[in-house]
């Protein structure tokens, strides 16, 4: 079993910015790839970024130029750097993980823009 722990979501003004972590821990053998996924009220969970272990990233077009995944392999910690925040990027934001063939969720964290 994989947990997932988010942290840093929050409340923010349009054009602000807002960092989001994701510490796995577990059975953390070769999670590869991790990544941000949103849902807002009403909508379908959608990709924001995923980043593999040797560092290839893919962006939602929405967030691209906006948002920014990193990843450190060595504390099993995934963060996305989200700036020029807009009213239409809040939504709850979760941490995804797979290991092998299984995928695993964390309990999301919630992200409000002002506008």
Not at 51 to 75: C, E, L
Request: proline content about 3%.
């Amino acid at each position: 079993q994989v947990r997932l722990v988010e942290s840093g979501g929050g409340l923010v003004q349009a054009g602000g910015s807002l960092k989001l972590s994701c510490a796995a821990s577990g059975s953390i053998f070769n999670i590869n790839p991790m990544g941000w996924y949103r849902q807002a009220p009403g909508k379908q969970r959608e990709l924001v970024a995923t980043i593999t272990t040797g560092g290839s990233t893919n962006y939602a077009d929405s967030v691209k130029g906006r948002f920014t995944i990193s990843r450190d392999n060595a504390k099993n910690t995934v963060y996305l750097q989200m700036n020029s925040l807009k009213p239409e990027d809040a939504a709850v934001y979760y941490c995804n993980a797979w290991v092998l063939s299984s995928v695993y969720w964390g309990q999301g964290t919630q992200v409000t823009v002002s506008s």
